[in-house]
């Protein structure tokens, strides 16, 4: 009997020494495949990191960048891309006033309907409408840019890693081709982007737009500016979040203080009484 336990035992233990050996050399494969694997890419580069102030704890947008830089949307990036979440009524008092607004959307022809006879028709916008879209679909979209579609920017800070440096980096970051890289026809080399081969050309250029407020218009602070003005249509509520936030946190601490205040008096007859036993 002893025999044939001992037995056992042997070949379980032979059994678990096999098993953490197995599981060892797994792992070895997949970190030394994992470490041949994590190179750089010499077509990428990575964005550096930029100060933001609006990303600060207690920090709000600046409306005069986010004027501009939906101006720079308007009069370069409207032409390619779209914002499809964002709608005239959430730009007032960010932006632009009331008035303004009405008037800049009365300019677009808005598909509506149908009517009583059942029929689309046309009309002014109005402030309840999103901004309007370059083309009608996607495929008119990719056959007016050589195939490829252009992306709607309402999230696009977010949908990118470090999408604040990452689009301020492929804005001003165009360039030209190292020597040997190969270039197909109708693409720019920009280094920011995958492959480093981008179907869109050059959007900023030096004094491309005339801002009101007199800024000079450079690329980077164009790219600055609608950098900003897309982070804000990817989150429009940051500011009320924070303040929320900040108002939360001072509610909370005020009522920890009356918790233990009222915690240390309610106790103190019973922390600080003497008891004392008589025979």
């Not at 042997?10 to 470490?35: E, H, R, V, W």
């Not at 696009?156 to 197909?184: I, N, Q, W």
């Not at 737009?209 to 609608?226: C, H, K, L, M």
Request: hydrophobic share 35%.
């Amino acid at each position: 009997m002893a025999h044939q336990l001992r037995t056992a035992f042997t070949k379980y233990n032979q059994g678990l020494a096999l098993a953490a050996a197995s599981t060892a050399t797994i792992t070895l494969g997949l970190f030394s495949s994992s470490s041949s694997t994590a190179k750089c890419d010499d077509d990428i580069l990575h964005a550096p990191s930029y100060p933001w102030q609006h990303l600060g704890l207690l920090s709000s947008y600046d409306c005069a960048a986010l004027r501009r830089g939906f101006q720079v949307y308007r009069q370069v990036c409207a032409t390619c891309h779209s914002i499809e979440r964002i709608h005239y009524r959430e730009l007032v008092g960010v932006t632009h006033t009331t008035e303004e607004l009405v008037a800049m959307a009365s300019e677009v022809d808005v598909l509506d309907g149908p009517n009583d006879e059942g029929e689309m028709f046309e009309r002014p916008g109005k402030l309840a409408d999103a901004l309007p879209k370059p083309y009608q679909n996607e495929e008119q979209g990719r056959l007016a840019n050589g195939g490829a579609l252009p992306p709607d920017l309402s999230l696009m800070v977010k949908a990118r890693h470090a999408g604040h440096d990452y689009l301020f980096s492929l804005l001003t970051g165009y360039c030209e081709p190292p020597a040997g890289k190969a270039m197909m026809p109708g693409l720019y080399y920009n280094p920011y982007f995958p492959g480093g081969l981008i179907a869109m050309p050059p959007p900023l250029n030096d004094d491309g737009v005339e801002y009101e407020d007199g800024t000079p218009a450079t690329i980077s602070q164009q790219a600055r500016d609608v950098v900003e003005f897309l982070n804000w249509c990817a989150e429009p509520e940051a500011d009320s979040r924070k303040k929320d936030a900040f108002t939360y946190m001072v509610v909370l601490g005020f009522t920890a203080l009356m918790t233990g205040y009222y915690k240390r008096f309610r106790w103190s007859t019973l922390k600080t009484r003497s008891i004392s036993y008589v025979k």
